[in-house]
């Protein structure tokens, strides 16, 4: 790699991921803007990443690969972060696909608005690649936010692979590592509440696979949900503390509401007794403000 800094760092974590990572880092490789560095950050992989990523090496200039000992998705995000050398930064999973375009299209937006925060928009894939009938239709409306940015908070605040940050904007924010779920969000809402203009477009240049062996899934477990409401608490204070904006307040409670009862769900099934009434002294008078305010939709199907 010459010795001129790229403008954006492309961050990639990964763990056991050589089901998907090639077809991941083709997507990222083949993209038509140029201008950018890969950091494969190999959180202590047991399986055979670390291969597929020194041969990708041999083909792709751009990229460094990094290892670490296994610490979480938060600790190789952080390491990345340390490494990165650009300007912008963008955050991708092994097990992810974007289109082409994606770096081009949000690095433009960037420019033209000057932007702390840009992002498009995502669909949810079955499978490890763009689908074949996706269609571009149409000219679709940015929406740019200075001061009122609270209104678009939950556009915002949700996944982060569709989305570019300058590095400005993050300046010492870092991933918390006891955090095992919505610790994207609980990132991205330390760095929102300190941009000055977000911009975001509808128009879908990032795909997330619906991963059945990722961490999320298969990783439900008392500490890692909650993990989850302790994150879902977090993001709520801070937004509660940064705007008196009704409905971004009202996202977040709901959330934070959503996760507590994800974890009694959890408690009730595995008939872990100790636990329940644990969480039913903690919890039980935000519920039921919650449940009498009807914020939280409890008729809709869980798997």
Not at 66 to 77: L, Q
Not at 284 to 303: G, M, Q
Request: glycine share 4%; aromatic share 14%; with cysteine.
């Amino acid at each position: 790699m010459c010795n001129k800094k790229p403008l954006i760092s492309v961050i990639v974590p990964i763990y056991n991921g050589e089901k998907w990572l090639l077809t991941a880092l083709r997507s990222i490789s083949l993209q038509n803007f140029t201008d950018f560095e890969i950091l494969l950050i190999d959180d202590g992989s047991v399986d055979n990443s670390a291969k597929i990523c020194k041969s990708f090496l041999e083909q792709e200039s751009r990229a460094r690969y990094f290892h670490k000992e296994n610490g979480g998705v938060s600790s190789a995000r952080n390491l990345g972060l340390r490494k990165a050398q650009g300007n912008f930064i963008y955050f991708f999973d092994c097990d992810d696909v974007v289109a082409p375009d994606i770096l081009s299209f949000l690095f433009t937006l960037q420019k033209t608005y000057q932007a702390d925060i840009v992002s498009c928009s995502y669909l949810k894939v079955c499978e490890q690649a763009i689908p074949h009938d996706f269609r571009k239709t149409g000219e679709a409306e940015q929406i740019v936010a200075t001061g009122d940015k609270w209104k678009y908070s939950d556009v915002f605040i949700g996944v982060l692979m569709c989305k570019l940050f300058s590095r400005k904007v993050i300046g010492t924010v870092c991933f918390p590592e006891q955090i095992y779920r919505a610790e994207d969000e609980l990132f991205i809402t330390k760095v929102f509440v300190k941009a000055e203009k977000v911009v975001y477009s509808p128009l879908i240049k990032a795909f997330y696979y619906i991963n059945e062996e990722s961490t999320t899934h298969k990783c439900q477990t008392y500490s890692f949900l909650n993990s989850f409401v302790l994150a879902r608490n977090n993001i709520k204070e801070k937004i509660y503390f940064y705007t008196d904006n009704i409905d971004a307040r009202r996202n977040a409670y709901n959330k934070y509401c959503a996760s507590i009862f994800e974890l009694f769900r959890y408690v009730v099934i595995t008939g872990d007794k100790i636990h329940y009434e644990l969480l039913r002294q903690r919890y039980s008078k935000t519920l039921v403000e919650c449940l009498n305010s009807a914020k939280v939709p409890l008729t809709k199907k869980r798997n």
